[in-house]
């Protein structure tokens, strides 16, 4: 069976206004397990959902959080529009605040990035130097630590986490939280690069879900803290009594 098979279209929800809101329900995760549709929801910016958008997150998705991942010039050029969303709480973890000039300190650092940045024989390289920092960055594991108590506090109806487009921060969100659920590694892939297949501006190598890109940010995490799941427990402070608590509320119940 193809890891896609239960989730027809990579979970997409066919918005008016959104191009890249998916639901995560459908995922096989822990034991078999599939994910429960309509509680975990990714995407990108609320602010280009249509009033008759909005009014489906309450009312089909009983939509009760957002954690928006995006800087404050993206939120000032961008913003959300939660007014329109009354009584949906409103976390904003800023994932990148700092990220690339601080890894940028270093003369050595600085000078590889520019020089990724810079590469048209391999455009893709710079973002695949950024995207460990996505996750290693004191901004980035706070935002994540943010986003998945959130969801554990979360205990009836959906949360929703973006980004801009929904790509590369929400990306490593997604990949997160479906790495608690016990989503095995290729399927959390396969979702990642699905991000593609809803993007309305023209491919671009430099910016396009890349695998190279989730594979360095997993290779990072893994050195740093043994895996993902080490990067969970140690890194965003999530125990094990969690995880176990986030897959029974997310995950089906096994089959009898």
Request: aromatic share 8%.
């Amino acid at each position: 069976m193809q890891l896609t098979d239960v989730r027809p279209n990579y979970g997409r929800i066919d918005f008016e206004g959104l191009p890249n809101t998916r639901d995560l329900g459908g995922l096989l995760g822990a034991e078999g397990r599939c994910v429960r549709r309509g509680l975990l929801l990714r995407s990108g910016t609320l602010y280009f959902a249509t009033s008759a958008d909005c009014e489906r997150l309450q009312e089909d998705y009983h939509l009760q959080a957002v954690v928006d991942l995006r800087g404050d010039d993206e939120l000032v050029e961008y913003p959300d529009g939660m007014g329109r969303l009354p009584g949906v709480r409103y976390v904003h973890a800023d994932a990148l605040k700092g990220t690339v000039a601080g890894i940028s300190q270093n003369a050595e650092a600085r000078a590889q990035l520019e020089a990724a940045r810079a590469n048209n024989d391999d455009p893709a390289s710079f973002m695949e130097m950024v995207y460990p920092h996505i996750l290693l960055g004191e901004s980035g594991i706070a935002a994540y630590r943010a986003l998945l108590r959130t969801i554990l506090e979360t205990t009836d109806g959906a949360v929703l986490w973006h980004c801009h487009f929904g790509r590369d921060r929400c990306g490593m969100a997604s990949m997160l939280v479906e790495a608690v659920l016990g989503v095995p590694m290729a399927a959390m892939e396969e979702d990642y690069l699905a991000t593609n297949r809803f993007n309305p501006d023209p491919a671009d190598e430099r910016t396009d879900a890349n695998l190279r890109f989730i594979r360095a940010a997993v290779a990072a995490v893994t050195r740093e803290f043994g895996g993902v799941d080490g990067y969970v427990r140690d890194a965003l402070g999530i125990t094990d009594a969690e995880v176990a608590e986030l897959r029974s509320r997310y995950l089906e119940p096994a089959a009898s």
